[in-house]
């Protein structure tokens, strides 16, 4: 089953304690990203990658890391976790080049994190 | 930067009845797709229709359709026959060259039995 797969699904920690969300696609996928979502602001991306050892800020990439080392896994790490980064992240996966913008993205199933 | 906008926090809807959730969308850009999500008490995003922007025809899947009006640069999802399994968030989203999705805020759909 084509899928992304994200884990934890629910996170609750501590501040400064760090921490990666793993992501993974079986798709083939060129273009990964991140995404939180926060009640009234809507889904905001952290991190894209275009392909294997390529990636790029999005709107909001403060207090994260992303790394891109395998076409199929796009972790994401918060190297020192604050309160401000509870939030609901999702990763998305698409495919690049079968036409430039047409590809909807598939979204994994979200991880909740609580930084206390 | 683009911006979408859905100006509609919640709606509410009988069920059997019709509703209209509206998506206004900022570009320079000519060739884009659009997006509807809908996100249900799972949290998962589900995508319900999209519209590429060089197609004129309104876009259609089942229940759902599209008014786009790209001079306007306006999206509104049309539900007909309103099912009470279609209460979610719903999300509408423009995608460009750079491949990104920028989102509204989302409106809340209600439905009532």
């Known amino acids: 089953e084509a899928q992304v797969t994200q884990n934890p699904r629910y996170l609750i920690t501590v501040t400064g304690k760090k921490l990666t969300v793993t992501c993974s696609q079986n798709m083939n996928h060129e273009y990964m990203s991140w995404y939180r979502q926060d009640p009234g602001l809507g889904l905001r991306q952290i991190y894209y990658?275009?392909?294997?050892?390529?990636?790029d800020k999005g709107d909001v990439p403060e207090g994260y890391k992303v790394s891109r080392k395998e076409k199929r896994n796009f972790p994401l790490i918060l190297e020192s976790p604050s309160p401000n980064q509870t939030s609901l992240y999702f990763c998305?996966?698409?495919?690049?080049?079968?036409?430039?913008?047409?590809?909807?993205?598939?979204f994994g199933p979200g991880t909740r994190l609580t930084v206390t | 930067a683009q911006t979408v906008t859905q100006s509609q926090p919640e709606m509410s809807v009988q069920e059997a009845e019709t509703v209209t959730l509206s998506c206004t969308y900022d570009t320079s850009e000519s060739d884009y797709y659009l997006f509807w999500y809908k996100q249900p008490p799972s949290r998962q995003m589900i995508l319900v229709i999209r519209q590429e922007a060089y197609k004129q025809q309104n876009a259609t899947e089942n229940r759902f359709s599209v008014n786009f009006q790209k001079a306007a640069k306006s999206f509104s999802l049309k539900i007909s026959d309103s099912q009470l399994g279609d209460a979610a968030m719903y999300f509408c989203?423009?995608?460009?060259?750079?491949?990104?999705?920028?989102f509204g805020k989302g409106t809340l759909l209600t439905v009532n039995p």
């Open positions: 990658s275009m392909n294997v050892e390529v990636t």
């Open positions: 989203a423009y995608r460009g060259s750079n491949y990104k999705l920028t």
């Open positions: 998305a996966s698409s495919p690049r080049w079968r036409s430039l913008v047409a590809d909807e993205q598939y």
